[in-house]
């Protein structure tokens, strides 16, 4: 269970904060104190501190996010370079937090990793753990035997692979699986999200780019595709991709060479790619959205994952596993869950696929008492 410090003058918001926090299943302290704050910090492992701006923050190498009722940009810049992970006006928008506590969580800022000086002598910080690697595919449906069969048979060979399927159905779950199952296994495996890049940088987010080659190049930096060199560079939602890049992931894939913007020196890169997409491709190209000869290249073999409908029966194995994963990340002992409730969760539509069950799993591991009821389910899944 992640654990927020409050450090906040006022009583009302330190309340407030508090009540919400626990029942979103976090453990939480507050105080006004800046030294029994910091007290605080050297006898218990917070994962996350919010801090009115008007309070010092303890010096533990803690992440911490700024609360502030003044609205300037001013005084968010002056939080950010105090070293303020995220910066929240009053009244806060408790999505918000909630948002910027789980992304503080996930991604602690490398300068707070070190213990803290202040920290007695055995306390640990209570970082949730990353998901392994590779995470065993589960599921012993004829649909989940067919994509492991088919995983089995291609990552060891080199052949290229489009991986289809809806969000969160387990597309890089099935990249991460070839690539270690590939001869490849050693070297780096690169993740690149076309539909998060803006077309503008994505030709240096994949190909880098020499220092100078635009204004804000102020240094080389290498791209994705030389990052990868003797691994696996796993392009997901490739249908995004702008024609321009296509193009340049063309010749890259043709060449089996790229050049840096601002370079013409070509550098040989020895990259698998494997691509991933929740859009029927063909018919983008039918649209025009998508170019035919990058899709013969990249979709040498097509695996195609299904959506959790279609592998319902999986669903008692998964929530197993799941409930066994999120408890160990957590530090718990696994919940209980009864067969009523195995029922009710495997008649649910599940529109986001594995991604969305897991995390009903982690709500209801949070939210039930001693064992997760048909009533649980009922409660907090809809
Ligand atoms: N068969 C499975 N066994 C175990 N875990 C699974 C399985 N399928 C999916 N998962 C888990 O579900 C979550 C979502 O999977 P993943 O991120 O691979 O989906 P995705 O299809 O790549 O999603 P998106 O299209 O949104 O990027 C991950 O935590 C993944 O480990």
Not at 114 to 130: F, I, L, Q
Not at 324 to 342: F, H, Q, T, W
């Amino acid at each position: 269970m992640a654990k927020v410090l409050i450090l906040d003058q006022s009583k009302s918001v330190r309340n407030i904060l508090r009540e919400r926090l626990e029942y979103e299943g976090f453990s939480t302290e507050a105080t006004e104190n800046e030294k029994e704050a910091s007290d605080m910090c050297a006898k218990i492992p917070f994962d996350v501190i919010l801090s009115d701006t008007a309070c010092k923050v303890p010096d533990a190498g803690i992440p911490f996010i700024a609360l502030s009722t003044e609205t300037s940009i001013d005084s968010a810049v002056r939080a950010v370079r105090n070293g303020a992970q995220d910066f929240l006006t009053k009244p806060i928008d408790m999505n918000h937090l909630l948002q910027s506590i789980q992304r503080t969580i996930e991604n602690p800022p490398a300068v707070a990793a070190p213990a803290a000086p202040t920290a007695a002598p055995g306390v640990r910080r209570s970082r949730r753990a990353r998901p392994a690697q590779a995470e065993p595919i589960i599921g012993d449906s004829p649909e989940i035997d067919r994509v492991r069969r088919l995983i089995d048979r291609v990552a060891p060979s080199e052949a290229r692979v489009l991986i289809t399927g809806e969000n969160g159905t387990g597309k890089e779950l099935v990249a991460r699986r070839l690539h270690a199952g590939s001869a490849r296994a050693a070297g780096p495996f690169v993740e690149v999200n076309c539909a998060a890049i803006p077309s503008e940088l994505i030709e240096s987010e994949l190909f880098g780019h020499e220092r100078g080659a635009f204004t804000s190049a102020i240094k080389q930096r290498k791209g994705k595709f030389e990052q990868a060199d003797g691994g696996t560079l796993f392009m997901d939602e490739i249908g995004d991709m702008s024609p321009a890049a296509q193009a340049k992931v063309l010749r890259a894939l043709q060449e089996r060479r790229i050049s840096r913007v601002g370079s013409d020196k070509d550098i040989e890169v020895d990259v698998r790619v494997v691509a991933a997409t929740n859009k029927d491709l063909r018919e983008e190209i039918r649209r025009g959205n998508f170019r035919e000869d990058l899709y013969h290249r990249i979709g040498v073999i097509v695996v195609r994952v299904p959506a959790l409908r279609e592998h319902a029966a999986d669903i008692p194995l998964l929530t197993d596993h799941f409930i066994r994963l999120i408890s160990a990340e957590y530090g718990l002992a696994p919940k209980p869950i009864d067969p009523e409730a195995v029922a009710a969760l495997q008649a649910m539509p599940w529109s986001g696929n594995v991604r969305e069950l897991r995390n009903v799993v982690e709500r209801l591991l949070i939210l039930s008492d001693g064992r997760i009821t048909a009533a649980d389910v009922k409660a907090y899944c809809n």
